[in-house]
């Protein structure tokens, strides 16, 4: 059974910073491109990153392009967001996604 457990979530002032992680399971993780979403009340959902299986490959949505790092670690099966310089439209839920599997989210919230 895959499970994806998104974790790192919080509350943060603008220009903050937030670390999330996914947890992977029940797949061979290094074989996949692997994905994180947002989804903010009354808007679209977004790309807002994504990683080759092997981590050398990666892209970014425009608005986060240069504040946001995504990474992973394929012994310990976790893909990370490293999200800095924060700002209050960076407030969402955010997914990781694979393949058609999502995890729960985790809730970003940036107040300015």
């Known amino acids: 059974e895959v499970q994806l457990q998104a974790s790192g979530g919080g509350s943060v002032q603008s220009g903050g910073s937030l670390t999330l992680a996914c947890a992977a399971s029940g797949f061979n993780f290094y074989e996949f491109e692997i994905g994180w979403f947002r989804q903010a009340p009354g808007k679209v959902l977004e790309g807002v990153s994504c990683?080759?299986?092997?981590?050398?490959?990666?892209r970014y949505l425009d608005s986060v392009k240069g504040r946001f790092t995504i990474s992973r670690d394929n012994a310990n099966n976790i893909v990370y967001l490293q999200m800095n310089t924060l700002k209050p439209e960076d407030t969402a839920v955010y997914y990781c996604?694979?393949?058609?599997?999502w995890g729960q989210g985790t809730q970003v919230t940036v107040s300015s």
């Open positions: 990683i080759s299986s092997y981590g050398d490959n990666t």
């Open positions: 996604v694979i393949l058609d599997f």
